[in-house]
């Protein structure tokens, strides 16, 4: 029996199969797509295939984060059962589900006094932010402390590199992030804007690369030039795509020839629904550990 209980959002983008394996509960995300609201759930309330289908077909969803309430249903049980919690959330750089993990954990240290719920902003987001908890989740197993843990994740948590890439600009249009103007130069360009977390956990463009093959080459130069120990890199590799697989998977195997220490094959995860709802169709994120970001 583990010490303490590791938890996180839906929004970590890894599997159902994972966080049942590895017995990490998680608080889900909703989304509301044309006046019915569902849970980010891997597929339960809706399959994703369903949902990107009705994106692409034209249709928005809205998202709603976490609140306070729903953090204290989950943590409540833990905390009875006599275990202290080590809760990661999704990036307070996209939103603001950080200040209610720690409404709730105010609420719930009052209530317990003799327990600790340690709250940790990933400054990540879907796979990049699965991967933080995949670590601390290995940690966990090699029997160290809460403590131990949060202090790792703490230390490490801006090591992780999220560089992400889209060839499908009209969510991006849609959600106010680019210009109409920039949406139809890039279309007819062939534009694959290339973005990156930035040390608060923001998503900021950085680069405009022309065509889809110059820009999945560009992905892994990144993580060449910023990866430990460049090409030799041998810890775990993460990948995650929206209604992409094809595409998934020629960034996985430039990684692959490229990186031929790596820890495992490289993992490719779907980007689920309430980070999909942002990204539209066409995005490929690549996450890594490396140096500190730093901006």
């Known amino acids: 029996m583990h010490q303490f209980e590791l938890t996180c959002c839906s929004t970590a983008d890894m599997t159902l199969d994972f966080f049942e394996k590895n ?20 597929g339960k309330s809706m399959p994703l295939e369903t949902f990107y289908q009705r994106i692409a077909a034209g249709e928005q969803a809205v998202t709603s984060q976490v609140n306070a309430e729903k953090y204290c249903e989950m943590f409540e049980p833990i905390l009875k059962e006599g275990k202290d919690i080590v809760h990661i959330t999704l990036s307070s750089g996209i939103t603001s589900t950080y200040n209610s993990a720690i409404i709730a954990k105010n609420m719930m240290e009052e209530a317990y006094p003799e327990r600790t719920v340690h709250i940790i902003d990933s400054y990540g987001a879907s796979s990049g932010y699965g991967l933080l908890i995949t670590y ?3 940690l966990r197993d090699a029997g160290k402390s809460a403590e131990e843990v949060r202090k790792w994740v ?13 060839t499908d ?3 991006y249009l849609r959600g106010g992030r680019i210009s109409a103007t920039s949406a139809w130069f890039g279309t007819v360009l062939h534009i694959c804007p290339l ?8 998503l900021i463009p950085r680069f405009k690369i022309r065509g889809k093959k110059k820009v999945k080459e560009e992905i892994v130069n990144k993580m060449e030039l910023f990866a430990d120990n460049g090409t030799e890199y041998d810890e775990k590799c993460y990948i995650s795509h929206s209604a992409c697989l094809e595409d998934a998977e020629d960034v996985r195997d430039l990684v692959e020839a490229k990186f031929p220490n790596l820890k495992g094959k490289v993992l490719i995860n779907n980007i689920g629904t309430v980070i999909g709802s942002h990204t539209g169709i066409g995005t490929i994120a690549l996450y890594f550990l490396g140096r500190v970001r730093e901006d």
């Open 23 to 42: 017995k990490i509960p998680f608080a889900c995300f909703s989304f509301t797509m044309d006046g019915m609201e569902y849970e980010d759930d891997y």
């Open 154 to 166: 703490e230390d490490n948590k801006l090591r992780v590199h999220h560089w992400f890439f889209s």
């Open 195 to 202: 973005m990156n977390m930035d040390h608060i956990g923001r």
């Open 136 to 138: 601390a989740c290995e």
């Open 169 to 171: 600009l009209t969510s």
